[in-house]
């Protein structure tokens, strides 16, 4: 069975800083590309960073400069960085593991970004 767990979520004021993390299970970290989505309240959920298992890695333009997503092959985890926050951050966060037309997703993460 296939279990992608987030963590790392909350409040911060904006200008801050908060790390996500994604642990994966079974043997899709090394064959499925691992990404971060996030989905705002009343909008649709758009791609945030993805990761490759060679660490091809494509950000938004809302995030680049500001977010870093990275992987940890030996503990199944993706990370995702995310520097100088803005209120408009503001989503809850789900981890993706997508290979071709499949995708499996966490139960995702609230980040706030509040002052």
């Known amino acids: 069975q296939v279990q992608l767990v987030e963590s790392g979520g909350g409040l911060v004021q904006p200008g801050g800083s908060l790390r996500l993390s994604c642990v994966a299970s079974?043997?899709?970290?090394?064959?499925?590309?691992m990404g971060w989505y996030r989905q705002a309240p009343g909008k649709q959920r758009v791609l945030a960073a993805t990761?490759?298992?060679?660490?091809?890695?494509n950000y938004a333009d809302s995030v680049k400069g500001r977010f870093t997503i990275s992987r940890d092959n030996a503990k199944n985890t993706v990370y995702l960085q995310m520097n100088s926050l803005k209120p408009e951050d503001t989503a809850v966060y789900y981890c993706?593991?997508?290979?071709?037309?499949?995708?499996?997703w966490g139960q995702g993460t609230q980040v706030t970004v509040s002052s």
């Open positions: 079974g043997s899709i970290f090394r064959t499925h590309v």
């Open positions: 993706s593991a997508k290979r071709g037309f499949g995708s499996y």
């Open positions: 990761i490759t298992s060679g660490d091809k890695i």
